[in-house]
């Protein structure tokens, strides 16, 4: 459901803009997709909000033209998430949260905030066994792609949320997730940009 409506309002995005790059209006239109990709990053950026039915929205409604600057941008968000997670003081974040009513969110950054990444890690892993944590800490990157990668995250997080998390967890190191959210995001984009693939 919410693939169809973001694709219907990305459609209409496009269809209000009309688009059309002509000598008088090159400066507007270029204006316009920088703005557009600007707010399209810190959407994503936002726990709780669909980013891959948007990413996948946007990708239907203007084809493969504009997959490389979707999947910059989808990659600049994640990354923007995490390091807001990383450095961001924890009250801060927890009263970021508070302020646009994102109760589930901040209730779960207040109980993580006087705790070590060890013990943010039991806390979201609470009740399971020691095996599981193992095998959690040992495929924790790819258990962060699969994460940020399946539409219907928005239910725990969204990609936003799943980055503020990783970062505010302490576990996952600045190069390897990067890494990891470039590769997680980019077989769509990519099989649009080389197979011409439509949505």
Known sequence: MVLVLATWAAHEIRDALNLQVRPDNEQQVHRAIMFGAIAY???LALPFVPGA???LAMLAAFGTAIAPLIYVCTV???TLAYIVGRF???????RLLSFFR?????ALVARAAPLSSEERLEMLLHGQSKRTLGLVLRFRYLGLAIAVNTPGNSI???GGGIMILAGLSGIFSPLATVLTVMIAVSPVPLAMIFFGLQI
Do not use: D, H, V
């Open 41 to 43: 990053i810190g959407l």
């Open 76 to 78: 600049a968000a994640m």
């Open 88 to 94: 961001l003081p924890i009250r801060i974040l927890e």
């Open 156 to 158: 725990i997080g969204g």
């Open 53 to 55: 039915e948007i990413g």
């Open 102 to 106: 994102l109760r589930k969110a901040s």
